[in-house]
């Protein structure tokens, strides 16, 4: 009982951490404040190369002083990087509040995923991870909707008003229980432990690189390219929050994903999910009508709110060493390699056309398909030589 105050608590912390008021408009803001597009993508590359580099050693960190510690640290972090974005106003300042922000998710990553997994039965993870992404949902959806209303004042008030629920999520992560047990030295692993260590599964680099993949080409015209998509198709700027408020009812899809995985089976729904990602993706680069576009980002936005549940258990239960936030670093360290390498292929192209950009990202989800398949074909040939080995 006393470990399901865990999924509560960070149920709540990502709720409130989903008040990002800003959201709707964070490209706007940054323009309003002297930064190009092309330097949005700059310091997005930047910020995904530096959670590469913290990334294992907070791993390593969390997993000798655990996860509440490493939380409650990273969470401050998280806090004090939106006090930096809201006194931000250039390149260097903006910058400087990605390299905050990269020590602090770098630390949450694969640590608050950790907590969960380890406060729940495996069979209750896929739920756990769904509610938990679901939580954030709401916060957004309600921050979306206030946006509206206070980005008619002053674009800088949203930023201000985020800061207020960062700073609560902060306090309450004390209260969090650490599920987090000793190793013992000899059960240690260092840094190049952990990656010797994927030699075991070679099929969970594959299914990382894809995710990885899938995430930033998503992220990129979700969150970068759909405001630049927004003004081209004639919507006007005071709607955007009302938009994102709707583009978060998609997102809630995650809290049912398990249902729909226990249906189809996990193999099934991905795929559709990314074949879903890629069609909308195309068909964002031709049409032009607002209600198309809106609809096309609804459906990109659904169907990877769907894969962010499962991706997570898949990726803890290919893990069967003590040192789980390590290998969890780990996966997320190899990701950011690919994750930077598609931000600066997107922000290049970003620099020719907006079309452009989003036909590189609509690549990406077809590279990232591939690599689906590949990691399923593996998956299901070791399942059945371990069957095979079992009847013997």
């Not at 006194?87 to 390299?99: K, N, P, Y």
């Not at 969960?116 to 916060?139: C, L, M």
Request: some cysteine; charged content about 15%.
């Amino acid at each position: 009982m006393k470990k399901n105050r865990n999924i509560f608590l960070l149920c709540i912390i990502d709720f409130l951490q989903g008040l990002v008021f800003y959201g709707p408009v964070a490209i706007l803001y940054r323009q309003s404040r002297g930064i190009s597009l092309n330097d949005i993508f700059i310091i997005e590359t930047i910020f995904v190369i530096l959670i590469f580099l913290f990334e294992v050693p907070w791993g390593y960190i969390a997993d000798r002083i655990g996860y509440k510690k490493t939380l409650v640290i990273s969470y401050f972090m998280l806090f004090f990087s939106q006090v930096i974005f809201y006194l931000a106003h250039s390149f260097q300042g903006f910058l400087l509040q990605r390299l905050i922000l990269a020590i602090s998710s770098a630390g949450i990553s694969g640590c608050d995923s950790a907590l969960i997994y380890s406060s729940v039965e495996d069979k209750d993870s896929n739920k756990a991870f769904g509610y938990y992404n679901a939580a954030g949902t709401v916060g957004y959806f309600i921050a979306s909707l206030g946006s509206s209303l206070i980005v008619s004042h002053s674009l800088d008030l949203t930023v201000l008003f985020t800061i207020i629920p960062y700073c609560i999520s902060f306090f309450l992560s004390f209260f969090l229980l650490d599920t987090h047990v000793k190793i013992e030295k000899e059960e240690q692993i260092g840094f190049i432990d952990s990656f010797k260590s994927l030699r075991a599964n070679k099929s969970i680099f594959i299914f990382v690189i894809s995710v990885a993949l899938i995430s930033e080409s998503t992220h990129s015209v979700c969150v970068f390219l759909n405001q630049p998509m927004y003004l081209r198709s004639g919507i006007n700027m005071k709607y955007f929050g009302l938009i994102n408020a709707f583009m978060q009812v998609a997102c809630l899809l995650s809290a049912r994903a398990y249902k729909m995985n226990e249906k189809i089976g996990t193999k099934k729904l991905y795929i559709a999910l990314i074949s879903m990602i890629i069609v909308a993706n195309i068909a964002l680069i031709y049409i032009k009508s607002w209600i198309l576009v809106v609809a096309m980002i609804f459906l990109i936005e659904g169907a990877f709110a769907i894969t962010q549940p499962l991706s997570s258990t898949i990726q803890n239960r290919s893990i069967n060493s003590p040192n789980r936030a390590t290998l969890l670093s780990t996966y997320a360290m190899i990701g950011d390699v690919f994750a930077s390498f598609s931000n600066l292929m997107v922000g290049k192209a970003s620099d020719y056309s907006l079309n452009i950009a989003i036909g590189t990202c609509a690549v990406l989800n077809i590279l990232a398909f591939m690599l689906i398949l590949i990691f399923f074909q593996k998956k299901d040939r070791r399942e059945n030589k371990n069957t095979e080995d079992f009847g013997c």
